[in-house]
Every structure is written in C-alpha cells, then in structure tokens.
C-alpha cells in the first residue's frame, strides 16, 4: 500500500502542484486548505507524513503541528514546513513548534521528493523499531535489567537536567512545552537537543528517540 502524505496548503496552486507530484512519485496524497482540516484529516487518516504551510486561514502550521505533537500517536510524525518565511527567527520557531524540515518558498519539486523520501526511510525505519521493541522479552530477572541500563549508561553520559529534557522530548513535546514543564526558556531547551543529538551522534528527533530505545536511555 502507498505511503499516505497530507499535503496543507491555503494556496490551491501549489496544493495541487504538489499532490499531483507525490502521486506521480507512487505516493497516495490528501490534501487540506486550511489547519482546521488538515488536523481533522490527520486524525481520520493517520498519514505518514505532513507537508504545511505556515499562513494558514483558521489554524496556522504552527499551532496545527503543537497539536499535533499532544497526540502521542503523531509524536513521530515527520514533518515539513513549506513558506516564504525563511528568516533565522522563522525557522528556529518552526523547529521549537516540532517540524523536521523547512523547505522555504520557491522550492524544487525535484527537492521535495528527496527529503520526502529521506525522511519517509527514517520515520519508518523508526516504526519497525518501535515494533520489534514491543514484541522484545523482557528481562527475566533485575539484575539483567540492571546490567543493561548499566551498558547504556557507560555508552551515553547524560546530566540530569539532559536526561529529563530526553525523557520529555520522548513524549512528543515540542521545546517550548518541555521548557514550559521545566522553567526553562525554549533556547535552552534547544541547546540541551543539540547536546543529546551530539552525544548519540543522531540527526533529528525521530533518530533521537530510537536510539535512546534502543539504549534503554530512557526513564
């Protein structure tokens, strides 16, 4: 079955340009004018991945993406920003609101499709984790328990305040709900991410979080 991507976008020119690209690439693509629908279509449909605009009539991609982002089944969600905002200020709030990507406008179709792609490899690369994890035996005793958070320990040294943005970070919340939980401004929040993706040697937060599974870094 096709990948499914959700394509937001108030411009009905570049809505259709788009859809009519991904399908042409093997995709299935929905599409949504506005954030209102786009949310509503993403809780009917559960697509593998979002392509949004920022200016958006009724819920702008900001916000469509914080709500996004609650929902612990969307926490993995890649996501992309498309706009003509594309100042240092724009880009840092879209990554705090949770995007993976931003593709300012004009962008190349060409583009698009390859960090679609890349994005789609890691996202379900991460799913077959998260699976094969469920389906793990546990330890049998404490003490195997124990060797293994040991393991990791020695393999990844994390402070307290790291491992509490990492524990937060796991649940989907963006860095302005994290630093919101721990007093902490959203800059800071950024700098300890930044810390976490240099220590595990990892690109964005979906690859975050799959290795803190598989390291048992999380608590």
Same mark, same amino acid.
Request: glycine share 4%.
């Given at each position: ?116 792609? /890349? ?6 690369? %991460?799913? #077959?984790? +998260? @699976?094969?994890?469920? =389906?793990?035996? !546990? ?45 902490? /401004? ?6 300890? %991410?930044? #810390?976490? +993706? @240099?220590?595990?040697? =990892?690109?964005? !937060? ?14």
């Amino acid at each position: 079955m096709p990948l499914l991507i959700l394509v937001a976008e108030d411009d009905p020119g570049i809505r259709l340009a788009v859809s009519d690209y991904l399908e042409l690439l093997g995709y299935t693509a929905i599409a949504a004018e506005n954030g209102e629908q786009a949310l509503s279509l993403i809780e009917s449909y559960r697509p593998h991945l979002l392509v949004a605009d920022i200016k958006m009539p009724l819920i702008d991609g900001y916000q469509l993406v914080r709500q996004v982002r609650q929902r612990p089944e969307f926490r993995l969600l890649p996501v992309i920003f498309l706009t003509e905002r594309s100042s240092t200020e724009e880009r840092i709030r879209g990554y705090q609101a949770g995007c993976d990507l931003y593709l300012p406008k004009p962008f190349e179709m060409e583009e698009l499709g390859v960090v679609i792609r /890349s994005l789609l490899e890691r996202s379900q690369a %991460v799913q #077959s984790e +998260l @699976r094969f994890s469920a =389906t793990e035996p !546990r330890p049998s005793s404490p003490s195997e328990s124990y060797q293994q958070t040991a393991v990791s320990a020695v393999t990844v040294s994390l402070t307290s305040r790291e491992q509490e943005v990492l524990d937060l970070l796991a649940t989907g919340l963006s860095n302005i709900e994290i630093g919101t939980q721990l007093h902490l /401004s959203p800059r800071t929040i950024e700098k300890y %991410v930044s #810390s976490l +993706l @240099r220590k595990t040697e =990892t690109n964005n !937060r979906a690859e975050l979080v799959r290795f803190s599974l598989e390291h048992h870094l999380l608590h």
